[in-house]
């Protein structure tokens, strides 16, 4: 008998699929992805949406929309269901190998 509530893919193959998604996505300026930069924060799921939360290299970063744009499209179609970004207010630091 199997269990009808169970997903087919489960929460973390899912987060899997978008953190590897999103280590296509560049920092046009650093040009490096935003996972070796340490942007990227946190992957939640809800019911019907999935969230990413990261953090900018500067708070007035230029890039910023069009980066959060690319996270968004990149984690979408890795997850195959909606995805919010919310950029955190979190000071980014360098990971210890970028310093």
Known sequence: MTDQ????????EKQEK???ALQAVLDPEIGLSVID???IR?????????EVKMV???PF????PMLI??????AELAAEMPVRVTVLPDKWEAPPWLR
């Open 61 to 64: 970063c230029p890039y910023g």
């Open 69 to 74: 744009g690319q996270i968004q499209s990149a």
């Open 56 to 58: 900018l290299t500067t």
């Open 18 to 20: 978008i953190l590897n």
């Open 37 to 39: 930069l340490d942007l």
């Open 42 to 50: 946190e992957v939640v799921f809800a019911d019907e949406e999935a």
């Open 5 to 12: 509530s169970m997903p087919i893919v489960s929460e973390a």
